[in-house]
């Protein structure tokens, strides 16, 4: 790190090209340079580094990052192999720019957290300056930001190679970014670096299509023959019904267009009818594809692995919709229904108990849409009264006491292009649901003190426990602004009713940082529990089982007590007692729930748990 000279040097190139004046810089380091100095209103002359975000929200982070992590593990695992002797770390950043996971040299420990490659490092370009994963997460693309490139003059030792990931619907998932603790000055240095980077973030995505489009046909593309079959450049899905389903980001910059929803037939100058003929089984050699804009590919077609996801007639779920359940009947039509309107302009409102999970649904519901935005959230009963109006609508330089000079973005205004998630709205107080609903009917905002109006598009879905309609005619919430919301609604059902219930624990245990597991009678008594703090009760029951085993399978008395003494509770009758309920109600299962005295979702997920699913007499 250079003395007081140099640092004075690098702040004043810094403020030279915020001013538009010339450098010798790569264009996307002073593109991040001026957005820092004149969006951010970031001062170089001061030097916090990122944030280390704390357990719990790195606990959510990393709950909600689960495909992204599940998709680029392995890639990274392989790169790091390669590179694992050289100095590097390896960091993967969720769409907010949090290290979700990272994999370094253990002996390097102290530095790597002293310069904060760690996980739960926060990286954006509006906290941190231009850095490696926040310049690629707000530019999109791939990006070298090598020692001096850097913002912040503490992290000028740091050279950062970044590359987006993008999952099939072309939305930007996060960033994997491979950097250096002591890199060469020679910025060329990094080239190679680089190009490895892309190489590995497509191969992530390549796996990604494949992995979730196992019902449709995966066209591999590529300019050039020779690397068709061991290296495409990108690949695109098509569905049983001629229409593109998924693809690779490099196949949108290939083919130069939208691609996703639209017919094949009307992206390349063949029938769908065409792809068999492609395949390895009918084209020894590569074939080769024309597009309707003129020009060629080198194709090769491999056919569907598995049957199509849905019968006849049914909603073709998203990757992001179908994980948010695993098997429930309410939740699988909740996720129907959610599919349907995740691109239109339809308001929805997501109805539940606390802690079932609305956020997660609405994270979903969001990629699985179009929208390129970021997906912004905001709990409404959480903020005090004083803050929320600004922390919504951003306020103008020193709109108030304590106010920035500068001025701040408001939580609307971030998420233009993208989806605003309301929790507990219907705990916004009267004169704020009125400036809400301006919001949604101008398509615009008005900054704290403010008298120019800036215009959004944004999605806005929105929670709450309370009945809505009942505020309504209460006169705590406006008559106005709730038919604005209310266009869907969608009743999110509590643990205690959910039948995949083993399945939600399960996961909620894996994505435990320590990974716990369950021996038979403490996941007795796990299903027997009502729940009644729904997801966010499993959470902290799975972190305190992690805590205590430190590694071994979970036992009864390592459960809290008041779980623990479900086991003398009648919750689970036996096989014959199963059956003999369907028996007298001749397979009707609402019926034979009423029988047994439980819930139907109840009795569903004692059938699952006994294997009986496939069995039932008539």
């Not at 020679?186 to 489009?213: F, G, P, W, Y």
Request: contains cysteine.
């Amino acid at each position: 790190m250079g003395g007081m000279q140099d640092t004075g040097t690098h702040v004043l190139e810094i403020f030279r090209a915020a001013e538009g004046q010339s450098s010798r810089r790569d264009a996307d380091v002073l593109a991040s340079w001026r957005r820092c100095v004149n969006e951010h209103r970031l001062d170089p002359t001061r030097h916090l580094g990122p944030r280390i975000v704390t357990q719990g929200e790195l606990r959510q982070h990393r709950q909600e990052s689960e495909e992204l992590l599940r998709t680029a593990r392995h890639g990274m695992e392989d790169l790091y192999r390669r590179v694992n002797s050289m100095g590097y770390v390896l960091l993967l950043a969720n769409a907010r720019g949090v290290t979700v996971d990272a994999i370094g040299d253990a002996q390097l420990d102290r530095e790597l957290r002293h310069a904060g490659l760690i996980t739960g490092s926060e990286w954006h370009e509006r906290d941190v300056g231009t850095n490696g994963v926040g310049a690629c997460l707000a530019s999109g693309r791939a990006i070298t930001v090598h020692r001096s490139d850097h913002f912040d003059v503490t992290l000028t030792p740091l050279s950062c190679t970044a590359v987006p990931i993008h999952d099939t619907q072309g939305n930007l998932m996060g960033v994997l970014d491979l950097s250096h603790l002591h890199a060469p000055q020679d910025k060329i240095s990094q080239a190679l670096t680089l190009e490895v980077m892309k190489s590995c973030a497509r191969r992530i995505e390549m796996a990604n299509l494949v992995c979730n489009h196992r019902s449709d046909w995966i066209l591999r593309l590529h300019p050039s023959p020779e690397f068709l079959d061991v290296d495409p450049m990108a690949a695109v899905a098509v569905g049983a019904d001629g229409r593109i389903t998924g693809m690779t980001h490099n196949a949108h910059e290939l083919v130069n267009r939208d691609l996703i929803g639209r017919p094949f037939s009307e992206v390349f100058a063949h029938e769908f009818e065409d792809l068999p003929v492609l395949s390895a089984a009918l084209a020894p050699v590569e074939g080769v594809l024309e597009m309707q804009s003129g020009g060629i590919l080198f194709a090769r077609a491999v056919p569907p692995t598995a049957p199509p996801r849905s019968p006849a007639g049914a909603v073709a779920l998203p990757a992001p919709l179908l994980a948010i359940h695993g098997g429930d009947p309410a939740m699988q039509r909740l996720a129907e229904r959610a599919a349907k309107v995740v691109d239109r302009k339809i308001s929805v409102i997501l109805r539940g108990e606390t802690g079932t999970g609305k956020e997660f649904i609405a994270r979903a519901m969001h990629q699985s849409s179009r929208r390129r935005g970021p997906f912004v959230a905001i709990n409404c009963a959480a903020l005090p009264e004083a803050l929320i109006e600004s922390e919504l609508f951003g306020y103008v330089p020193n709109a108030f006491t304590g106010a920035h000079a500068r001025g701040k973005k408001g939580l609307i205004h971030q998420a233009n292009g993208g989806t605003l998630f309301l929790d507990e709205i219907g705990d916004m107080s009267l004169p704020l649901q009125g400036r809400l609903l301006r919001v949604l009917a101008e398509h615009e905002v008005l900054p704290v003190g403010g008298t120019r109006v800036e215009p959004v598009d944004i999605r806005v879905i929105s929670a709450s426990h309370r009945d809505l309609a009942a505020q309504v005619a209460e006169g705590s919430f406006r008559q106005d602004l709730f038919y604005r919301l209310n266009g869907l609604v969608l009743d999110v059902p509590p643990v205690r009713a959910r039948a995949d219930l083993e399945w939600l624990i399960d996961r909620i245990a894996a994505a435990t940082e320590e990974r716990i597991g369950f021996t038979p009678p403490a996941r007795q008594r796990l299903l027997a529990h009502d729940w009644p703090g729904n997801v966010r009760e499993i959470i902290n029951v799975c972190e305190l089982c992690a805590a205590l085993c430190e590694g071994r399978p979970v036992q009864p008395d390592d459960l809290p007590a008041h779980i623990a003494a479900a086991a003398g509770q009648p919750d689970r009758q036996s096989e014959h007692e199963l059956l003999e309920c369907l028996r007298q109600c001749r397979g009707n299962l609402s019926a034979a729930a009423r029988l047994a005295g439980v819930d139907r979702s109840t009795f569903y997920r004692r059938l699952h748990r006994a294997g009986l699913m496939d069995r039932r007499q008539g």
